[in-house]
């Protein structure tokens, strides 16, 4: 999967969970600071993220709850999920 | 026909006895509900052989429990076989044999939540769901969310949790135009916090009956608003409030009313009268709150519930699921949303 593609499954992610229009996400959006995502929320984001990459990625392929914190920003995930695929 | 309830044996700060107690107050009163004991199988065996009861309610495994001090999103991904995740799996799986048509937890509100957002689903329209509590009020019952689901909400979850109370008061208080009022501190437009003063304004630009900003004596009080809005963490606070000073006086009216032998004996035929209307608001008969905003019932009980707490969850559960309140919901929302969108083009 390319990266383009890895961040258009997680912006899809991000307009599912916080009902957005996927075009007005970028990869320099912060999760928390511009689109007020709570834990609960970031959860639900990488509970559909894994889902949808875990078919297309190596087995075992798992968002780490200690990374979570650390992933700012939409293109830090992508980036993130791209080295694990 | 029976309502399946899958009930959490591990929530609660008395759990699981109470559950268990609960489960068995709920099949002494009410036959055409089944109770679905979700948790370790052996302890619910062991505690109904105790009772005499072996064998009397299904009984579904699940062998993780969500504590109260870990936080309940990140511990409910973790923990496939918690028993709120297995019981928001029931619920999911309502059209199947070995499902159920509800669950009911007293346990981590916040774990109820998460389960039930990562396993039903979240209804579009409401990007976070909300608790709605149907409590007393001196004017008649009211809706009032959210109870305490989260902590923190922007004006447009304000703005969402009042189209779901809107349209909940609608199904379960029978309202054609429910009113709709805001919690602050002043009944003026202007009055609050940055929250509730852009909450006002996006409240107001929505298809429902608003009637403004209402005061926290207006929850008990009553009458100026069938539906009372406000963050969780507000609303956590009012509710724990309200139920303490109902609790507190009680408690110094008995003591005042029996304190010499003599008022004591003129005082009795009165004592009756005082536990009739204080038990209206004790949560052995309110039972919990409804978690709208997710694909299925969904009902959050008080940690510290005694059995006639869980039973009344239970109970609160079982009708939610017969009147079809989230098909209802479902369908309001999307009709406010149709609404809306209509009065902003």
Known sequence: MTPEQVLGVVKQAVATVLELDPSTVGRETRFRADLQADSLALVEIVEIVEETLAPLAKPGFHIDDEDLDRLTTVGEAVDYAVLRL | ?345
């Open chain 2, 1 to 345: 026909m029976v309502t399946r309830i899958a009930l959490d044996l591990l929530g609660g700060d008395h759990a699981p006895e109470s559950v268990v107690d609960g489960a068995l107050l709920v099949a002494q009163s009410t036959p055409d509900i089944e109770v679905v004991l979700v948790g370790p199988v052996e302890v619910a065996e062991r505690l109904l052989d105790a009772r005499g009861a072996a064998g009397r309610f299904r009984l579904v495994a699940a062998s993780q429990v969500v504590g109260m001090d870990e936080d309940p999103a990140r511990a409910v991904r973790a923990k496939r076989d918690a028993t709120v995740r297995v019981a928001a799996r029931l619920a999911r799986d309502s059209q199947l044999p070995g499902g159920a048509d509800a669950m009911v937890s007293v346990g981590s509100t916040g774990a109820a939540l998460a389960a039930a957002v990562f396993t039903l689903g979240r209804l579009r329209g409401l990007t976070r769901p909300a608790l709605a509590a149907v409590i007393p009020s001196k004017a008649g019952p009211l809706v009032f969310l959210d109870a305490g689901a989260g902590t923190e909400a922007t004006p447009q979850m304000l703005a969402q949790f009042a189209l779901a109370g809107s349209a909940f008061a609608g199904v379960r208080l029978g309202l054609a135009s429910p009113r709709v009022g805001l919690l602050s501190i002043g009944e003026e437009p202007g009055k609050g916090d940055e929250l509730r003063r852009c909450a006002y304004d996006a409240l107001a630009a929505l298809p429902i009956n608003f009637v403004g900003n209402v005061e926290g004596r207006d929850v008990p009080y009553g009458g100026k608003a069938d539906v009372v809005v406000t963050d969780g963490f507000t609303g956590n606070v009012l509710a724990k409030g309200l139920e303490g000073a109902a609790s507190m006086l009680t408690e110094m009216f008995t003591e005042a009313l029996t304190a010499t032998p003599e008022r004591a004996a003129t005082s009795q035929p009165m004592l009756p009268v005082l536990d009739g209307v204080t038990a209206s608001m004790h949560p052995d008969q309110l039972g919990g709150a409804i978690l709208l905003g997710v694909r299925g019932v969904v009902v959050v009980g008080h940690g510290a519930s005694s059995p006639k707490a869980v039973a009344a969850c239970v109970q609160m559960a079982a009708q939610a699921a017969r009147e079809g309140v989230v098909p209802q919901i479902a369908a309001a929302l999307s009709d406010l949303r149709d609404r809306t969108r209509a009065a902003t083009a």
